[in-house]
C-alpha cells in the first residue's frame, strides 16, 4: 500500500496537480491538509471518478484536512478525543477547528493532521498548539495502549522541524517557532508515546525538505524546513518498506509550497 500526506494549501486552486500526482504515483491513500474550504467546497467528484472514497471537514477558508482512499474508508472521525478548541476573535466562543480526520484505510488507522502554527513565541496561538499536541499526545498513547498491535498513521503538516538540519538556517530562525525547545519537546513526546517518524532513515537529511516559502527564492535556493511527517505505530513501522519526499511536485506554476511524502507498505 503506498500512503501519503500533502499540504495543498488549497485543493480548489490545486485540484488538477493532486489528481494528476495520484494517477503518476499511484497512491492508495492520500491524507490532505489546508484544504481551505468547506465541505460543500470540496472537489469531491474529481477524486471519486478516479476510484477514492473521499472524507473532508473544512469549516471556512482556513485550515481543512481530508482522507483519499481506494482501499476502503471506514469509521471517519472528525476530530480526536481531547482536541483543544480555539477562538480568533474576542467575544466568539471557541471551538474545534477543522485539524484532524481519521479513517481506517486498508487496515491501517490514517490520521490527516495540521498542527496549528504557533505563529511566534509568546503569542497565544503557540500555547494552543502546545495543547493541541499534548491532547494528541494522550490520546495517541491510549490507542497504543488498548492495542499494541494497532496499525496507526500519524500523518501531515506538524510545523515543527524538531532537528537542526530539518531548517536551511538554525540562525534565521533562532528566535521563531517550529524548532522552539517546547515545540521540539511536544514532537518528541509524540514519539516516545510509541510512534516512529518512519520516513527520515529512507530520506535522510540534512537538506531534506518538505516546505519552501514562496518568498525571496526559497525553493531554488534550497531554502526550505522539514515539517511533514508520517509517524507510525510499532505495527505499522515494521510494515514500511521505503519511502521518499517528491520534490518535484514544488516545482512549476500553481504548486503548493509543500512537498507531498509518501511511504510504502508491505504486507
Not at 34 to 62: I, M, S
Not at 225 to 250: C, H, K, N, Y
Request: hydrophobic share 40%.
Amino acid at each position: 500500500m503506498r500512503l501519503a500526506t500533502w499540504n495543498v494549501n488549497s485543493i480548489r486552486s490545486r485540484v488538477d496537480r493532486v489528481a494528476a500526482w495520484l494517477e503518476r504515483q499511484d497512491v492508495d491513500v492520500l491524507a490532505l491538509q489546508e484544504t481551505k474550504c468547506k465541505d460543500d467546497q470540496f472537489p469531491e467528484e474529481r477524486f471519486t471518478a478516479l476510484g477514492y472514497q473521499v472524507a473532508h471537514v473544512g469549516l471556512n477558508q482556513w485550515n481543512g484536512v481530508a482522507l483519499l482512499s481506494r482501499v476502503g474508508l471506514d469509521d471517519v472521525q472528525v476530530g480526536f478525543p481531547g482536541q483543544p478548541t480555539w477562538s480568533a476573535k474576542e467575544g466568539v466562543e471557541p471551538a474545534v477547528e477543522a485539524r484532524a480526520i481519521g479513517a481506517t484505510c486498508g487496515g491501517v488507522r490514517v490520521w490527516s493532521l495540521y498542527v496549528p502554527n504557533g505563529r511566534q513565541l509568546g503569542d497565544p496561538h503557540l500555547d494552543y498548539k502546545l495543547a493541541w499536541l499534548e491532547a494528541l499526545r494522550v490520546t495517541a498513547g491510549e490507542w497504543l495502549a488498548q492495542d499494541a498491535e494497532a496499525q496507526v498513521a500519524l500523518v501531515g503538516d506538524w510545523n515543527i522541524a524538531p532537528q537542526d538540519d530539518d531548517v536551511w538556517d538554525m540562525s534565521v530562525f533562532s528566535h521563531s517557532t517550529h524548532v522552539s525547545p517546547p515545540e521540539r519537546a511536544a514532537f518528541r513526546a509524540v514519539v516516545e508515546a510509541g510512534y516512529t517518524d518512519v520516513v527520515r532513515p529512507h530520506a535522510p537529511g540534512p537538506g531534506v525538505y518538505t516546505y519552501w516559502d514562496y518568498t525571496q527564492l526559497r525553493f531554488p535556493r534550497r531554502e526550505g524546513m522539514r515539517i511533514d511527517f508520517v509517524l507510525g505505530s510499532p505495527a505499522l513501522t515494521r510494515r514500511v518498506s521505503g519511502a521518499l519526499i517528491d520534490r518535484q511536485e514544488r516545482k512549476g506554476k500553481g504548486a503548493s509550497d509543500h512537498a507531498p511524502v509518501v511511504v510504502e507498505l508491505g504486507e
